[in-house]
Antibody, heavy 116, light 113 residues
């Protein structure tokens, strides 16, 4: 079955960076895009960006452009999301998703806490 | 960007009663290549990632109870729970997958009255 296993919770200080991994299994990694979605505490779902796992092409949401980098490594079927210049309002759950047009398969989420 | 607007923000319904959530997109999400509306509904229970309920505006994902149904066309869509069960207490989101960036409605919290 399709699984997306994300890295563990992270705590960072303002101004730092964080890199979250999303190890996939149960499907051919390069056949699908991986998307990243953020959810701040008690808030809704925000698309951050995505990567075509076949050719590495990326798209980023305007709100995150310049601070987010999404990469992938097909040799280990893993996608990564790095967010820089962290602020307190970046405290959130970060989800990776396998995209099949819609979002059928989600990772368990990675909590990133930004606090001084 | 396509803006998605849900109503109401919250809904309290008696057990066994019908619950309906509305979602409006700022432009049509009908995709000519698939001849379907690229509109999905998700259910998110506390402490869990969202779960896909409906795609193509009205197609239930495998394993989703048939009390959940989606309808609509053009820019106006709805999710109906025909007979609310206790386990349906959740936040529900609509999403367009017509174009990037993918966008979600703000969510509708469904509770038991």
């Amino acid at each position: 079955q399709v699984q997306l296993e994300q890295s563990g919770a992270e705590v960072r200080k303002p101004g730092a960076s964080v890199k979250v991994s999303c190890k996939t299994s149960g499907y051919t990694f390069t056949d699908y895009h991986v998307h990243w979605v953020r959810q701040a505490p008690g808030q809704g779902l925000d698309y951050m960006g995505c990567i075509n796992a076949k050719d590495g092409a990326t798209h980023y949401a305007q709100n995150f452009r310049g601070r987010v980098t999404i990469t992938s490594d097909a040799s280990v079927s893993t996608a990564y999301m790095e967010l820089t210049s962290l602020r307190s309002d970046d405290t959130a759950l970060y989800y990776c998703v396998r995209e099949t047009w819609f979002y059928g398969d989600w990772g368990q989420g990675t909590l990133v806490t930004v606090s001084s | 960007d396509i803006m998605m607007t849900q109503s109401p923000d919250s809904l309290a319904v008696s057990l066994g009663a019908r619950a309906t959530i509305h979602c409006k997109s700022s432009q049509s999400v009908f995709h000519s290549s698939t001849t379907t509306h690229h509109l999905a509904w998700y259910q998110q229970k506390a402490g869990q990632p969202p779960k896909l309920l409906i795609y193509g505006a009205s197609t239930r994902e495998s394993g989703v109870p048939d009390r959940f149904s989606g309808s609509g066309s053009g820019t106006d869509f709805s999710l109906t729970i025909s007979s609310l069960q206790a386990e349906d207490v959740s936040v529900y989101y609509c999403q367009q997958y017509y174009s990037l960036p993918r966008t979600f409605g703000q969510g509708t919290k469904v509770e038991i009255k």
